[in-house]
């Protein structure tokens, strides 16, 4: 099987910057995106989830002019049956390959939460393979998962008590999210090529960031469009959180903040660990 000459994978954070890069690169001619930004190719077939099952089989009904809660059950299984046997890394490759651009470009959070022997799966696609990772203050970055995840869900934060705000925040879907411990050792044992980034520093100096970018993928990004690289993209609502939640939550991610500060030599002076 063929497989992808050069690509990259922005592994995450979720709410960290990733789609503000993605908005960067996507103009670039040297960098190929697929339709969507997040492929969730990994996630999927390392049974993660299965979000790239059902978009892909939302985008077969439409394609065909049907709604997908209007279709029988049956012919919907035969159609998820065929995707499901076909999203392997032939597909995966046949969608991002490209003869023109220098990379193939696949920007997906969810892969921050495999493990080595997931990341693995990767050199199944690609021998040359360069990882981007951005992280966010951990509790920071959190709040703002929490916030778009309620928001987009349409509940009010408002209403919630703070004890069920801190069970919440403490749960898998957010917390786990949030312990960069776990994926910088997966990364680390996985990859030589690995470009770490902390938000905090992109968000204030943009300019600087691209020219990492330039340094570490080796292209010219001097030519593409930066207009609208200072607007703020899947913006949450701002909520305050109480004193007790803030004070929950850095203890529950101390490790991280410690980890960080020992793999790095230093956090941003944003990330305030203190409990």
């Given at each position: ?198 938000y905090e520093e992109v968000m204030a100096d943009k300019m600087g960031a691209i020219s990492k970018l330039e340094d570490f993928l080796n292209i010219d990004l001097s030519h ?14 701002q909520y305050s959180f109480g004193e007790k939640f803030e004070k929950s939550l850095r203890y529950a991610l101390s490790y991280t903040y410690d980890s960080v500060l020992h793999r790095f030599g230093y956090v ?8």
């Open positions: 099987m063929k497989k992808i000459d050069n690509l990259i994978l922005c592994v995450g954070a979720q709410k960290a910057g990733t789609t503000w890069l993605y908005s960067l690169l996507k103009s670039s001619p040297d960098v190929k995106f697929f339709k969507y930004k997040e492929v969730h190719y990994f996630d999927y077939v390392s049974s993660i989830n299965k979000q790239l099952l059902n978009r892909s089989g939302r985008d077969v009904f439409k394609s065909l002019g049907e709604s997908l809660h209007e279709v029988e059950s049956e012919r919907k299984d035969d159609v998820y049956s065929f995707l499901d046997r076909n999203l392997n890394d032939e597909w995966y490759v046949s969608v991002l390959s490209s003869e023109s651009a220098v990379y193939s470009a696949d920007f997906t959070p969810e892969y921050a939460l495999l493990d080595e022997n997931q990341l693995e799966k990767v050199w199944g696609v690609s021998e040359n393979c360069k990882i981007i990772f951005i992280m966010r203050d951990p509790v920071e970055r959190t709040k703002s998962a929490m916030q778009y995840f309620y928001q987009n869900k349409g509940r009010d934060l408002g209403k919630l008590s703070e004890g069920e705000l801190i069970h919440s925040a403490l749960s898998p879907i957010f917390l786990n999210r949030s312990l960069y411990e776990k994926t910088i050792h997966a990364l680390d044992s996985t990859f030589e090529d690995v470009l770490y980034l902390f593409i469009d930066k207009t609208g690289l200072d607007k703020k993209v899947n913006k949450s609502d941003p002076d944003e990330w305030k660990k203190e409990v």
